[in-house]
Structures are given as C-alpha cells and as structure tokens.
C-alpha cells in the first residue's frame, strides 16, 4: 500500500483552493489535477510500504501530535515546482504557524528511526493542485496565469488533525484512504 502522512485542509482554505482549481481545470494545459476532496498538505511520503510496518508509522504518528495543538494556516501564493521555468508540479504555498515544521520534524525524524529514508530536501508547506503530465510542457505563460489567479487568496483556517493516508490509484487518478488519524487540539 502507498502511505502518506497530512494535514487535509480547513474550511475556508479548502474551499478557497477548490475554487481556484475548478477554474484552473479549465485550461487546456497537460496536467493531471487533483480532486477537490484530495487537497491536503503532505508531512511525510513513505511510498509503498507492507502491512506490518504499518502499526510502527501510526505509533511514530501518534507521538509526534502530542502536544501540537491546532496550526493556523493562510493559502499563500500560487507557483510551481521545482520552478516556474520547468514546472512539473503546481501548488499553492501555505503559511503556517510553527507547529506545522515542528510536526513534519517530529514525523521525519520518528520515521527515520523504525527505517524509512529521510526526505532529503527542505519541507516547503504547500498544496499540490496537479502535475504536468509525463512527456509534456506547460504553456509559457501558464505558471504566471495561476500566480495571478492565486494572487487574492487569502483563507485562514486552523488545522484541527493529521491523517495516515493510503492512496488507491484508480482510472480518475487516486483516491486517499483516511487508515488513522490524530487530533491537533
């Protein structure tokens, strides 16, 4: 199974980046867009993983929310990945208070411990809204339209819980399976 550890998205956050993305959806660029209902923030990608190493990812869940309380987050500006020049991936950046790079530390360094390989680059707090499709180019001018389409976003919302996912890749694209989740109080 394909596991993921994440922050889904508050009200109004969510529904501000929905927004942006049905409208996004309708350009005609090369890209494999999210579901409206798959909009979170990933803390920790593990990739495929067996059955019984799931028990030790939910305890390294369960230790690194303690104590957390809530995050406040704010959509920040739209761009791509890993820049606007090649862009494979488009995203929203999220601003957030501590808690959220005190979290992803937590969970980086708890799943290093029982195995799992570091991330090796920064965390960089963002929601992803699609991906270029393989073998494909985005329109020149296509990172800059969703800069200026993200450029009024401004939802504030405070996340309430992080979730173990697993993503079933189906004919629509995946779709994210809550396995457990913890509360951010």
């Known amino acids: 199974m394909r596991l ?95 808690g959220l790079e005190v979290l992803q530390d937590r969970l980086e360094r708890g799943s290093t411990e029982i195995g799992f390989a570091p991330e090796g680059r920064p965390f960089i707090p963002h929601v992803t809204l699609g991906r270029v499709r393989e073998g494909h180019r985005l329109p020149a001018e296509a990172v800059r339209e969703l800069e200026r389409i993200a450029d009024g976003l401004s939802a504030r919302a405070r996340a309430d819980r992080v979730v ?13 399976v809550e396995r457990s989740a913890h509360g951010l109080p």
Do not use: C
Not at 164 to 176: H, M, N, T, V
């Open 4 to 98: 993921f550890i994440a922050v889904p998205l508050p009200s109004p956050i969510r529904e501000q980046a929905g927004s942006l993305l049905r409208k996004l959806r309708e350009r005609d660029w090369p890209v494999r867009w999210v579901q409206d209902d798959g909009l979170h923030i990933t803390l920790k990608f593990f990739g495929e993983v067996t059955s019984d190493r799931l028990d030790a990812i939910e305890e390294v869940l369960g230790r690194a929310a303690v104590g957390i309380g809530g995050i406040g987050l704010r959509l920040g500006k739209g761009g791509a990945f890993p820049d606007a020049r090649r862009p494979r991936v488009l995203q929203l950046e999220i601003e957030s208070e501590p």
């Open 164 to 176: 173990l996912f697993e993503s079933r890749l189906g004919p629509s694209g995946p779709a994210y």
